[in-house]
Nanobody, 119 residues
């Protein structure tokens, strides 16, 4: 069974940094695009950043220059380095990945990790 497990969330003061990790496990043949989304209370889930398996990245305008997405293909892991955090970055952060199994492909999601930025 494929699983995505996030870690690294927590409480941080405005201006601080956090690094999120998300590791995929299971009968994985290969992984395509990976990404991070976030959902604040009362709001829709929104894209934060994505990265292809070749390392090409895409960011939401609100986090460009502040957040950095990266991945370690050998470890099936994606990271999100978040700097200069603001209270409006408070949300549950979810990782996602397009995972190719030996007989099918699917988009998988992690369980989410809470990030809270205090002012």
């Amino acid at each position: 069974q494929v699983q995505l497990v996030e870690s690294g969330g927590g409480l941080v003061q405005a201006g601080g940094s956090l690094r999120l990790s998300c590791a995929a496990s299971g009968p994985i043949f290969s992984i395509g695009n990976m990404g991070w989304y976030r959902q604040a209370p009362g709001k829709q889930r929104q894209l934060v950043a994505t990265i292809t398996n070749a390392g090409s990245t895409n960011y939401a305008d609100s986090v460009k220059g502040l957040f950095t997405i990266s991945r370690d293909n050998a470890k099936n892991t994606v990271y999100l380095q978040m700097n200069s955090l603001k209270p409006e970055d408070t949300a549950v952060y979810y990782c996602t990945a397009r995972i190719y199994l030996y007989n099918r492909v699917g988009d998988y999601w992690g369980q989410g990790t809470q990030v809270t930025v205090s002012s």
